[in-house]
């Protein structure tokens, strides 16, 4: 595994080689799939606003070139790896092949706490990642998008960056930028709203009525915010549960989304939240419901909670939540948990992302 030696990735080869048994892929083209066409690390040094001088650590990995120009997303996380960010980029290539994209996966970010930094050190810290990326990507090479811990601004700093050097202005150079700079409409709700649809076909299939439907979401951020309030306001679905890195809440009478989502504006967190009862994180994924949506972070549904799963069906927002030994747990109640796998369920963004790409290019 060498650089990529890291659980994430060492779970998303394993579920990579029970799908190539299954295709019977000779060990050439395994090794080719499996392991990425090009892995970059930078150390970024970037001015404090007290003076001193921080150097981070950032990466980028493009997976697969065969199909187009990479696509991926652009994380700002504290825990971050090489390979961590290996892994999303091999996430990202079935993805866009699923979704029938001319793309290859690549991610990219920076081990950071972007909460821990002013505007003024994450604008410097952007910009300077950006600079050292510049030789490695463009608009048919590699195109950078947002992620956990990035928004619409980093994407302009990002794009503003790369075009100074260029000397024009390239808008394709990223997407989920900000519509007055060539963005697109929706883009920022597209992954949440794209759960939503799937989780609606879903509920159509099994023949579930969504006004009698309760779901629980973990992660309130840009994925899972947008599908609450989607799934609560528009699909008639009582949302039963809600959490973020601090707090979970559970209340089997309903919670009301739209006023937890101006709690987190306020406050920024769900901690001091009080429509429902504070429960444990982890406990709150094997509550009663019949949607579970894990919109968080990767390994959350393990072998040691799967069997305990009491939910109708679970929607993988997040990129790689379920682990291959829960999969296997999975497997034996396909009858009871009609599965969504992340690659199809979040692919809403990255469809988005193609359309303002094209946008771009065409200057439209």
Request: hydrophobic letters at 40%; charged letters at 20%.
């Amino acid at each position: 595994m060498t650089i990529y030696n890291d659980d994430v990735f060492r779970m998303a080869c394993a579920q990579f080689q029970v799908i190539a048994d299954y295709l019977n892929i000779d060990k050439n083209h395994r090794d080719r799939l499996m392991y990425p066409k090009r892995a970059i690390a930078v150390t970024l040094p970037v001015h404090l606003d007290d003076g001193s001088t921080k150097t981070f650590q950032g990466y980028r990995v493009q997976h697969h070139l065969t199909l187009g120009p990479t696509k991926g997303g652009t994380r700002f996380a504290p825990s971050l790896s090489m390979g961590e960010t290996a892994a999303l980029a091999m996430w990202m290539s079935w993805k866009c092949a699923l979704a029938n994209l001319p793309y290859g996966g690549a991610k990219g970010g920076v081990a950071v706490d972007p909460s821990k930094l002013s505007r003024t050190e994450l604008e410097a810290l952007s910009r300077r990642y950006m600079q050292e990326m510049i030789p490695f990507v463009g608009p048919h090479t590699d195109i950078m998008g947002p992620d956990m811990g990035t928004n619409e601004q980093i994407m302009a700093w990002f794009m503003d960056t790369y075009s100074v050097y260029q000397g024009y202005a390239v808008s394709e150079i990223v997407t989920g930028k900000p519509v007055s700079i060539g963005g697109t409409e929706g883009r920022r709700e597209a992954t949440g709203r794209g759960v939503v649809y799937l989780i609606e076909r879903a509920m159509n299939v099994l023949k579930i009525d969504p006004e009698k439907c309760t779901a629980i979401v973990q992660g309130f951020g840009n994925v899972g915010s947008v599908a609450a309030l989607s799934l609560a306001l528009k699909s008639g679905v009582k949302v039963v549960g809600i959490s973020d890195a601090h707090a979970a809440l559970y209340n089997p009478k309903g919670i009301d989304v739209k006023a937890a989502e101006q709690h987190i504006l306020k406050k920024r967190h769900l901690r001091a939240f009080a429509q429902g009862d504070h429960v444990d994180p982890n406990q709150l994924l094997t509550m009663k419901c019949d949607v579970l949506i894990p919109a968080a972070v990767d390994r959350v549904i393990t072998e040691k909670n799967a069997a305990k799963l009491q939910c109708r069906i679970l929607a993988e927002a997040a990129n790689g939540p379920t682990t291959p030994a829960a999969d296997l747990i999975l497997e034996q109640r396909w009858d009871e948990i009609f599965v969504i796998p992340d690659i199809l369920c979040n692919a809403g963004g990255v469809i988005v992302s193609y359309f303002e790409w094209v946008q771009g290019l065409q200057s439209f």
